[in-house]
């Protein structure tokens, strides 16, 4: 009943920037942890960047100084600014949220579908 939707993925040229937004919708109570993973095919889902309710960041080593983590609550809308990008950071993005739906007690995790980020060279 809580479905993430990303956006902004694209083709980018090394060096240069992007922004990602991943906004959730449905029947939400409340919103804890929301991330951000990127995944290469055949290799393992990994962690980019996380966001706590309170607002507290945690990166992966290789992002830091170069992606930003956000969230807008009052749009349940999470946000990662991506710089001076490599072409190791190519991979699909997937957005995440530990979720409690209305009438719930129990949080919940959910994943966007993923949206694409290529870097060039």
């Known amino acids: 009943q809580v479905h993430l939707v990303e956006s902004g993925g694209g083709l980018v040229q090394a060096g240069g920037s992007l922004t990602l937004s991943c906004a959730a919708s449905?029947?939400?109570?409340?919103?804890?942890?929301m991330g951000w993973y990127r995944q290469v095919p055949g290799k393992q889902r990994d962690l980019v960047a996380l966001?706590?309710?309170?607002?507290?960041?945690n990166y992966a080593a290789s992002v830091k100084g170069r992606f930003t983590i956000s969230r807008d609550n009052a749009k349940n809308t999470v946000y990662l600014q991506m710089n001076s990008l490599k072409p190791e950071d190519t991979a699909i993005y997937y957005c995440?949220?530990?979720?409690?739906?209305?009438?719930?007690?129990?949080?919940?995790?959910?994943w966007g579908q993923g949206t694409l980020v290529t870097v060039s060279s």
């Open positions: 995440n949220a530990d979720a409690v739906e209305l009438g719930l007690g129990r949080s919940l995790e959910v």
């Open positions: 966001i706590t309710s309170g607002a507290r960041t």
């Open positions: 449905g029947s939400i109570f409340r919103i804890n942890a």
